[in-house]
Structures are given as C-alpha cells and as structure tokens.
C-alpha cells in the first residue's frame, strides 16, 4: 500500500518544538489510517533521536499507536486528509480539527456537553470557537491517557490558551489555528 503524503513540520507557537504533519489527496481508508500513523510515529520518533520500526509499535485497546519501553511520548492525531503528530518527554496530547468541520450536532447540546457550566460555556466562547474549544479539550483528554471518555466538560481552558485543567491537574496548552485547522497541543506538567 503506498500513499503519497506530502509531509512538513508546524511550528508550535511560542515555543522551539514543532509537529508533524502528514497531508493526502484524499482522506485515508482505514487501513491507509493505520499504515500512515505508523509512519508518523516512526518520523517523529527519529526526529528525536530515537530510531523506530514498525513492528515496533503496539496498539492500545483503543487503537492509539504505541511504544512500550520508550522514555518518550507522542500522541497523533487525523481529521479528513490531514494527519499530525508530536513527540515530548512528558505525556502529550494533540488534536486537529477543520475550522469548517460541520457539527453534526445541535450546537447548545454540544455546549451542554462539552462544559461544566454556562458560565464556564459563555467565558470560553468568548475567547475560542466552539471547534477550538473541542480541539483544546481534546488535546488535553489525550494527554491524560483517557481520550474522550474522559469528558469534555472535565477540562477547563485558561482564557489566554496557555493551560488547561483536568480535575484540578494542570497542563501546559498551545492553541492555534494554521492553514485551515484548529489545532492544540497539551502536555502534563510534573510537579
């Protein structure tokens, strides 16, 4: 199976680091998913130093690709056409959404949904879109290891972008939007 991604690094604000990102001609089918976000796995890996095969890398019950032994952590991440990926030292999240992506459904039960409360709702939309608020919250969720079973409304978004809080633990966040897409990445802060 080959497939012709066209592939660039993003830089992530204000930071030195940068993500990976995979671009097709059109969105993957399953298999081609799976086949492209071992690649992903195994660029970013070699990016830091760390030289990785694909039969290295083992699937949680959820599909997430993994390492086992690995002092490193990365997280990836595909919507349509588009994948993405970052590596850190510390348990990382990211998560990339179109700016257009349509939402299936009714905005306020997403709202209800994706918020503790209403004020939390109406504080957070007045900085980000509610695709942006998704994008952080899910960023974070992944760093946690929970994914979003762990519940958007359990992640609370500093209104400058910068940190987020999952049941009082605090992570570092970069939120930005970038050719198109909303996209953010979160990491856990040791402490």
Known sequence: MSLDAVW??????STQRRVLVAHLAQ???RAEQRTLSDSLTCRLFADAGQMVAADDIGRTIYGKPQLRNSPLHHSI????????????????GIDVEALDRPLRVASDLLTRRMFAS????TDCLEHWTLIQAWTAK????????LGLGGGLANVTIASDGAAAWLHGSPYSLRLWTQEGFSVAVAEGIRG
């Not at 660039?8 to 604000?13: A, V, Y």
């Not at 899910?138 to 290891?145: D, H």
């Open 118 to 121: 209403a004020a939390e709702a």
């Open 77 to 92: 991440s595909n919507t349509g056409s588009l994948s993405i990926g970052v590596v850190g030292p510390a348990p990382i």
């Open 8 to 13: 660039s690094w993003w830089s992530i604000p």
């Open 27 to 29: 969105p993957p089918t």
């Open 138 to 145: 899910e960023a974070v969720l992944k760093a946690a290891g």
